[in-house]
Nanobody, 114 residues
Framework: QVQLVESGGGLVQPGGSLRLSCAAS????????MGWYRQAPGTQRELVAS???????NYADSVKGRFTVSRDNAKNTVYLQMNGLKAEDTAIYYC????????WGQGTQVTVSS
């Protein structure tokens, strides 16, 4: 059974940083590209960062240069380092494979506000 557990969110001031973690179980983690998705109220869930099995990364234009995705295959964990946070980064952040498959985890709330 697939389980994805996100953590590391919180309230941060504009310009601040957070590091999100996602522990995956029940999937052959090292064989899957993984991604971080986010969903703000009233919007569709969007993919903001992805990392292939070989470590190649890709980012949405809105986060390029500020976010860094990484993975530790030994720990079945994917990370998202977020720097220079902006109010528009406020959302619930989820991880999943790329392309994604159900189920989703509970996500972790990131709120950027002064």
């Amino acid at each position: 059974q697939v389980q994805l557990v996100e953590s590391g969110g919180g309230l941060v001031q504009p310009g601040g940083s957070l590091r999100l973690s996602c522990a995956a179980s029940g999937i052959i983690f090292r064989f899957n590209a993984m991604g971080w998705y986010r969903q703000a109220p009233g919007t569709q869930r969007e993919l903001v960062a992805s990392i292939t099995t070989g470590g190649s990364t890709n980012y949405a234009d809105s986060v390029k240069g500020r976010f860094t995705v990484s993975r530790d295959n030994a720990k079945n964990t994917v990370y998202l380092q977020m720097n220079g946070l902006k109010a528009e980064d406020t959302a619930i952040y989820y991880c999943n494979s790329v392309p994604f498959y159900p189920p989703w985890g509970q996500g972790t709330q990131v709120t950027v506000s002064s």
